[in-house]
């Protein structure tokens, strides 16, 4: 994947009404827990570039051979990968709903780190951050990534795969606010995780119009990505999507916008423009 422009004004963005909902499902919270020790907060605005005397003894992992992030950052750098993922991704959800509804926090989980966070688990019990995290927990209204989940995506499959990733968990966010009901049951569960990939799927629209993407590595990145995470048909009481399903979901979102994303819960549009 290739950086962004520098921003520009551009036109207002368009902020829609806010509704109060409960967190996602798998993650529902009933009391918000500080995590200690807190993980890194990783600011959209650390993505801009790295003051002048620090480029000389980190510009293999600042600059990356001709703009493409491919292969270019190592697993220590897995922070400054993450600032370029948030400077992608970032644009098209605060055109659409506003910076102020951007998710509270930013995340990054060092290999060393874990902790409570603000969300339950499935189990009933605290749901926890570590390493291998790559999640969106609504009780706080912010994504954690792991430094080793982040550095598998992107050196087993590709560098625009943690982007789709991160685009899915920062749909679970657009899901939270707008007031999509939480899934009660795995059916319910998988509806949610599949409007989350075609919101993803919005968002690789929105990259490629962009020019953000690389072709055809990137493409490749996101089919293989799908294969690795998506979940059997036979598998028992399974809450996310087949590869069929979640391939679909993305080509959805990709083919038809945030506007087609309504159609897996209709009745609580997630996007009116």
């Given at each position: 994947m290739t950086p962004p422009p520098p921003p520009s004004s551009g036109a207002p963005a368009v902020t829609p009404t806010v509704k109060p909902t409960d967190v996602m499902p798998s993650t529902a919270a009933t009391v918000v827990v500080t995590p200690t020790p807190e993980p890194t907060n990783t600011k959209i605005a650390a993505a801009a570039p790295?003051?002048?005397?620090?480029?000389?003894?980190?510009?293999?992992?600042?600059?990356?051979?001709?703009?493409?992030?491919?292969?270019?950052?190592?697993?220590?750098?897995?922070?400054?990968?993450?600032?370029?993922?948030?400077?992608l991704i970032s644009p098209m959800f605060d055109e659409l709903y506003g910076a102020a509804?951007?998710?509270?926090?930013?995340?990054?989980i060092a290999a060393d780190?874990?902790?409570?966070?603000?969300?339950?688990?499935?189990?009933?019990?605290?749901?926890?951050?570590?390493?291998?995290s790559y999640m969106y927990c609504g009780g706080d209204q912010a994504i954690y990534t792991g430094q080793d989940s982040l550095w598998l995506l992107y050196s087993e499959i590709g560098d625009a795969a943690p982007a789709v990733g991160y685009a899915h968990e920062w749909g679970h966010h657009i899901q939270n606010i707008m007031g999509v009901p939480p899934g009660s049951t795995p059916?319910?569960?998988?509806?949610?995780?599949?409007?989350?990939?075609?919101?993803?799927?919005?968002?690789?629209?929105?990259?490629?119009?962009?020019?953000?993407?690389?072709?055809?590595?990137?493409?490749?990145?996101?089919q293989r990505l799908l294969t690795t995470i998506a979940s059997s048909e036979s598998e028992v009481n399974?809450?996310?999507?087949?590869?069929?399903?979640?391939?679909?979901?993305?080509?959805?979102?990709?083919?038809y916008g945030l506007r087609g994303c309504n159609q897996y819960f209709p009745a609580t549009p997630i996007y009116n423009g």
């Open positions: 790295a003051p002048a005397q620090e480029l000389a003894a980190n510009q293999p992992q600042v600059f990356c051979p001709g703009g493409s992030h491919e292969g270019c950052h190592n697993y220590a750098d897995m922070p400054t990968y993450l600032t370029h993922i948030l400077a509804n951007r998710p509270s926090n930013f995340y990054y780190q874990a902790g409570p966070t603000a969300c339950h688990a499935s189990d009933g019990n605290i749901a926890a951050y570590d390493h291998l059916q319910e569960s998988i509806q949610l995780e599949n409007q989350a990939d075609c919101i993803a799927g919005a968002w690789v629209y929105f990259a490629q119009q962009s020019g953000f993407l690389e072709y055809p590595n990137d493409l490749g990145d996101i399974r809450d996310h999507g087949t590869l069929q399903e979640r391939s679909d979901s993305i080509d959805y979102g990709y083919n």
